[in-house]
């Protein structure tokens, strides 16, 4: 049991490359999300999924596309890499929405742009 | 913004000593979760608290939750080495759509 599978775990890039991050979950969640995480910053919210072929803005959405095209599979998207978008990046997916449902998080993708 | 604010950002114990760590949160709320995050990995779910509880335990961890203060706390008893890691406190904002929404979370350093 995988849970939720990030790749690739680490990326550099230059500025203004684009690249994708792909989220994949095996626990047939309905809800996807991905959050960065920077220093003293916590956890922000970037966008998330309410299930296959529906996205939505969270927090920090500007320069960040995703698409859900599987129910399984959340990618996001860079178009234009900038060194703010340096970050870990987290995926997490659960059940349900709302406050009660338990998010389940993947490893992590540490992206640095140059 | 932040929903959550933890408190302290970091701490520093002794295994065997309690840590205690405190979220504070803006606007009403229907459940409260806290999660672990140990150096270089994902968050880990440790509890949920719901409004209509004041008190709930899971092993060493005892979570409490103040609604009129929009405010919790986790308890470790008898930490050990292996609790070092980051502990965040989650809430879904009441009519504020579908995620979760993280504090910056307490750092918790316990040596041996």
């Known amino acids: 049991n995988a849970g939720v599978t990030q790749t690739p775990k680490f990326r550099v890039l230059k500025t203004g490359q684009s690249m994708t991050l792909l989220c994949a979950q095996d626990m047939n969640h309905e809800y996807m999300y991905w959050y960065r995480q920077d220093p003293g910053m916590g956890l922000r919210l970037i966008h998330y999924?309410?299930?296959?072929?529906?996205?939505a803005k969270g927090e920090v959405p500007d320069g960040y596309n995703v698409s859900r095209l599987k129910k399984q599979n959340f990618l996001l998207g860079l178009e234009s890499a900038a060194p703010s978008q340096t970050s870990v990046y987290f995926c997490?997916?659960?059940f349900g929405g709302g406050g009660a449902n338990v998010l389940t998080f993947g490893a992590g993708s540490r992206l640095t742009v140059l | 913004s932040q929903q959550g604010e933890e408190d302290p950002q970091a701490l520093s114990i002794q295994e065997g000593e309690n840590a205690t760590m405190n979220c504070s949160y803006k606007t009403s709320i229907n459940n409260l979760q806290w999660y672990r995050q140990n150096s270089g990995r994902g968050l880990v779910h440790l509890i949920l608290?719901?409004?209509?509880?004041r008190e709930k335990h899971s092993g060493r961890l005892r979570v409490t939750l103040d609604t009129s203060k929009k405010s919790s706390s986790l308890l470790i008893t008898a930490s050990r080495a292996a609790d070092t890691a980051s502990y965040f406190c989650?809430?879904?904002?009441?009519?504020?759509?579908?995620?979760?929404?993280f504090g910056k979370g307490t750092t918790l350093s316990v040596s041996s």
């Open positions: 608290i719901r409004s209509n509880e």
């Open positions: 989650a809430t879904r904002p009441d009519q504020a759509g579908t995620a979760l929404i």
């Open positions: 999924s309410v299930g296959e072929g529906t996205t």
């Open positions: 997490a997916s659960s």
